[in-house]
C-alpha cells in the first residue's frame, strides 16, 4: 500500500513520467487533518514546516498518517533548517523542499543533509521510514537518494540569477518556485502578485532551465485554476491552494448552497 506508492512517487518525479501531480498542502498543525486530505485523490501531501504552525513531533505524526492514507508525503523545512530536512526524511518523508535556496553552496548545504554518501552527509536514523517502507536497514542506505527528493526552492532574484547553477548540483532533484516571494522580490517589495504576467514569464524560464538540465519542476498555485494553468504549462507538481483555503471556500459553499436551496433557488447537491 503506502510503501510502494511513496518510493514510486520520488521515482515518477525523477523521471518525469507525470502527466502533472497535485499535492495538498498542510499548515494547520494537526496530523488527523493531514488524513482527512489523504483521502482526496490528491498525489501528495505537503507538510508545511515554514509558514504552517507545525514542530517536528507533530510533523513526523503527519507523515505517518499520511502513509497510512497510502499516499506520499513531503515536508517544507524552515528557512535554512537543514537538520530537520534529515529528521523528517527520518520520519518517513518521500520528499523535503527548502525554502530561498539562492546559490550553488546553499543547494549544496541542502544535499548534505538529504543524501547518503556519496551524494551528501545524511546522518544514520531513520527508524519510522524503515518502519512504513519494510526496507532492511541495508537496503534502505543504498536506495534512500533514490526513493526521495530533494527540492530547492527558487524565490529570489539572487535564486533566479544563480538557477543553472543550482541544478547543476548533483543531489537537487528538482525546483520549486515560490511565486510570491519571487514577486515581492522582483517588485522590491512593492507588490504581492503571484499571478502576474511576470511571474509567467519568469515561471516559462524556470521550466526551460529545468528541461535543459533534466530535472523536475514544482509551484504553489492559490487555486485550482492556477493550479491547473501550471499543468497545462508542464510543471510536474503543483500545489491548488492550501488547507485554509480549501476549508473556508468548502464551508462557504455549503452554506450559500444550504441558503439557495432555503430560498427556493437551485436545488443541486453540493
Ligand atoms: C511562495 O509563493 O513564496 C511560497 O513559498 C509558496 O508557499
Ligand atoms: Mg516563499
Redesign the pocket.
Known sequence: MSTSTSEAFAEKLKKRKTDGMISAWIGIPDPLLANFFAQEPFDAVVIDLQHGMWDIASAATAIGQVRLAGKPAVARIPVGDFASASRLLDAGASGIIA?MINSASDAEQFVKATKYLPLGERSWGPALALNYNGLSPDAYLKSANQLTVTIA?V?TRAALEAIDEILAVDGIDGIFI?P??LSIALSDGAALAPNSAEIDRVMAQALERCQHHGKFICAFGSDGVRAGQLLKLGFHFVIAGGDSAQLRAGARAAITTARETAAGGSTKQA
Open positions: 525554502p526552492m524565490e515560490g510570491s516571494d
